[in-house]
């Protein structure tokens, strides 16, 4: 295999940690190159569910190792009870097959009080997780962050504390109104973590390239989706990092022409979780029906917050393939469709009496878009047992045609259930 990166092409949950899982089974690296612990790839394998929010999904398969890049957020807290959670159901977590950047940014928990204060403060909620990423971020953009360098550092991490403490505990006191935070309490709980971590912390910039130079095959592991990129998603209801395949090079220290190809994973249908528009977005039995259908339904994987369902939109679908420089598909939960006589895809919205193909940036334009629709028949039989594109229902073939023809990307994966066997490989070499 080649080096090839694995992007979601929505708002999320498209199901990428299913297409990362089956494709590490070529690759020899799996880098995570941003976001943070607000994020979680869901992989089950036989009766056992694994998610993940921090640790690449390659970390299931033995033999290959796994980078946390420098574009990566991290709670030490939360990754230490995912490597826990992991070893409890026997998958081995050590320094030789998990890396994490020395350059990435640690979330402090005056970013979690920060977000939590500020969401319940402001009138325009983003309706993020609550976990401290978007401040963890805006700290790392003020050059006031401490990094995973700066983590195992005993005096480093100090003078760093000491110093951002002065300025944020006057934020939370004086504008907030509540307590501050005490210095000794984070250093001495933040050092019990360092004991546990500072062995996977690496200058990883180094290790991938040389790896990559020397012809070692790498996937790239995106979070998220590309309507929620900081720069180029529904602003200001976005995550604070670069979701869409751009964000490889800064998180991870590569070059663009290290990257060979670019898996952009689709939802068969379209899912949101949190605020902002949603133009597809179903409010009632058929929405609930998707929602809950299938044997792992649309909720969150790291908050459990249920997903708003909606028909496929091919207006945001074809921006995201724009943005991305998609080279094929991965479509997911087809099955989910199996038992609807008729479908709706959106082809372009309606607003001010206007027809719009192109996606808008302004969240208030999108939010009054109505969706055009073109209908097509459904094909009322089960797929969860096809592993050939050719014997798909022919109704069930023309409508994932019509999605690959509005992304203008070829099909190379359909997804038609959550277990890695429930997988049709349209495209042999991947």
């Known amino acids: 295999m080649s080096n090839v990166a694995v992007v979601g092409t929505q708002w999320g949950d498209e199901g990428k940690g299913k297409i990362i899982d089956l494709l590490t089974e070529n690759a020899d690296i799996v880098a995570r190159y941003q976001g943070g612990n607000n994020a979680g790839h869901t992989v089950i394998i036989n009766d056992n569910e694994f998610t993940l929010h921090l640790i690449p999904s390659g970390i299931l398969h033995k033999g290959k190792k796994c980078i946390i890049g420098n ?25 030789n097959n998990l890396y994490i950047s020395k350059s990435a940014h640690v979330t402090m928990p005056y970013h979690i009080v920060s977000e939590t204060l500020k969401e319940e403060r402001d009138r325009g909620r983003i309706g993020t997780t609550l976990r401290g990423i978007g401040p963890t971020y805006v700290d790392k953009a003020a050059r006031m962050g401490i990094r995973m360098c700066d983590l195992i550092d005993s005096d480093i991490f100090r003078a760093k504390l000491e110093e ?12 907030y109104g ?7 309490e984070i250093f001495d709980e ?48 976005v ?14 220290g590569v070059g663009p022409t290290k990257v060979d190809s670019i898996i952009g994973v689709v939802k068969a ?13 179903l409010k009632g039995e058929l929405g609930d029906k998707l929602r809950n259908a299938g044997p792992i339904g649309e909720y969150g994987r790291s908050t459990g917050r249920p997903r708003r369902c909606g028909w496929f939109d091919g207006v945001i679908a074809g921006y995201s393939a724009m943005l991305n420089g ?4 991965a479509i997911t939960r087809l099955d989910i469709l199996d038992d609807l006589d008729e479908i709706n895809v959106c082809v372009a919205y309606e607003y001010n009496d206007q027809r719009l193909e192109e996606f808008p940036y302004r969240s208030d334009i999108l939010q009054q878009c109505k969706p055009i629709y073109e209908k097509l028949p459904g094909w009322m039989e089960s797929t969860v047992d096809i592993r050939e594109y050719s014997k798909l ?7 994932l045609n019509r999605l690959s023809e509005l992304m203008n990307v070829p099909i190379a994966i359909v997804s038609v259930g959550p277990q890695r066997s429930q997988t049709i490989f349209v495209e042999k070499n991947l």
């Open 190 to 237: 933040y050092s019990k973590y360092v004991e546990k971590l500072a062995p996977f912390v690496s200058d990883t910039v180094f290790m991938l390239n040389k790896a990559i130079d020397k012809g070692v095959s790498v996937l790239f592991e995106g979070a998220q989706g590309a309507l929620l990129d900081v720069d180029h998603g529904t602003y200001p209801y």
């Open 326 to 329: 998609l080279s094929s598909l």
């Open 71 to 95: 574009g990566v957020v991290i709670n030490p807290k939360a990754l230490l009870e995912e490597i826990a959670e992991l070893e409890d159901k026997e998958i081995s977590v050590n320094e």
């Open 178 to 184: 509540v307590k501050g935070f005490q210095v000794s």
């Open 393 to 399: 229902p022919k109704n069930a073939q023309k409508y």
């Open 269 to 281: 249908y379209t899912t949101r979780v949190g605020e902002g528009p949603f133009p597809t977005e």
């Open 239 to 252: 995550t604070s990092s670069n979701s869409t395949s751009g964000g490889i090079c800064t998180g991870l």
């Open 164 to 175: 951002n403490l002065e300025q944020i505990n006057v934020l939370f006191e004086k504008i």
